[in-house]
């Protein structure tokens, strides 16, 4: 039997990873976006098209700050701020730009 449980009240996280792509259109172009986090956490974006300075920080580390919710094994977040972060000396991650 498979779970199809909805949470529609999302809670605020900020959480760090890269952004990935996760689906395209016929022409290739991206249509769809998840951050992978550590842990194997995946969180796909459910505003992109509000959003399009996303596609232009994919397979880069960021801070990411929005309401998610979870919709049966998914998790889904409205993008709300977002941080890109770039790796500094001696492995410590430093602020390079922000929204």
């Known amino acids: 039997m498979e ?10 996280e900020t959480v ?6 996760d689906g395209w259109n016929s022409d290739f172009m991206v249509t769809s976006v998840f951050v992978a986090c550590d842990g194997e956490r995946e969180i796909v974006v459910r505003n992109l098209a509000e959003r399009p300075e996303v596609l232009v920080m994919l397979r880069r580390r ?11 094994w998914r998790e889904a ?3 709300e701020r977002v941080v890109l972060l770039t790796e500094a000396r001696k492995g410590h991650a430093s602020v390079r730009s922000e929204e």
């Open 77 to 79: 977040m409205d993008v």
């Open 3 to 12: 779970r199809t449980v909805t949470e529609q009240s999302g809670c605020v």
């Open 62 to 72: 960021v801070r990411v700050t929005g309401l998610v919710f979870r919709t049966g």
């Open 16 to 21: 760090e990873g890269v952004f990935i792509p």
